[in-house]
T-cell receptor, first 117, second 114 residues
Framework: DAGVTQSPTHLIKTRGQQVTLRCSPK?????VSWYQQALGQGPQFIFQ???????QRGNFPDRFSGHQFPNYSSELNVNALLLGDSALYLC????????????????FGPGTRLTVL | KQEVTQIPAALSVPEGENLVLNCSFT??????LQWFRQDPGKGLTSLLL?????REQTSGRLNASLDKSSGRSTLYIAASQPGDSATYLC?????????????FGKGTKLSVKP
């Protein structure tokens, strides 16, 4: 049973560029959440996608956008990269209620390490 | 706005010692409380999930408790091993019914010395 996968593993970009990160959820899951984890900090919620729509959003600027595909995989796009966007980007998947439990753990992928120079 | 704090930030113990990691949160309306483990440069592994209606959960050598009235959760690790060395994160579930966003603490970095 494949867990959550993310690509690429590492990425180096320069300021002002755009980046796309990809996530495939755990088999059977339909909800994808994205988190940003700066060095030495806990992950911060960016947004969550369900049924191809953004359902919840954290306190991140519009430069951060996403998409969910019919097969439930998801992309995170960041435009006009800043040095402060350097972080580990984590994707987590879950199964939405009522198909899944009302509350359940989220399963995290290994992350994509983004470095902005 | 929910805020999660973890104390201590780092902890070093000899192998075999029992230890407690602390987590506090500001909003008692927390929906659930989860503990995760993170190895350096890696993703998060879920350890224990405590529903808001529960007081504790156990898995092997791990026991987590939740006291909503005091805004605290603890993770107890019995008979620690070098393989337990990692950063431990607690997270409050902030949105009922849909596994919504998790509010994380900064973590406690645990080092277990052989």
């Amino acid at each position: 049973d494949a867990g959550v996968t993310q690509s690429p593993t590492h990425l180096i970009k320069t300021r002002g560029q755009q980046v796309t990160l990809r996530c495939s959820p755990k088999s059977g899951h339909d909800t994808v959440s994205w988190y940003q984890q700066a060095l030495g900090q806990g992950p911060q919620f960016i947004f969550q996608y369900y049924e191809e729509e953004e359902r919840q959003r954290g306190n991140f600027p519009d430069r951060f956008s996403g998409h969910q595909f019919p097969n439930y995989s998801s992309e995170l796009n960041v435009n006009a990269l800043l040095l402060g966007d350097s972080a580990l980007y984590l994707c987590a998947s879950s199964l939405a209620f009522p198909r899944g439990p009302r509350t359940d753990t989220q399963y995290f992928g290994p992350g994509t390490r983004l470095t902005v120079l | 706005k929910q805020e999660v704090t973890q104390i201590p930030a780092a902890l070093s113990v000899p192998e075999g010692e029992n230890l407690v990691l602390n987590c506090s949160f500001t909003d008692s309306a927390i929906y659930n409380l989860q503990w995760f483990r993170q190895d350096p440069g890696k993703g998060l592994t879920s350890l224990l999930l405590i529903q808001s209606s529960q007081r504790e959960q156990t898995s092997g050598r791990l026991n987590a408790s939740l006291d909503k009235s005091s805004g605290r959760s603890t993770l107890y690790i019995a008979a620690s091993q070098p393989g337990d060395s990692a950063t431990y994160l607690c997270a409050g579930g902030d949105y009922g019914g849909s596994q919504g966003n998790l509010i994380f603490g900064k973590g406690t970095k645990l080092s277990v010395k052989p």
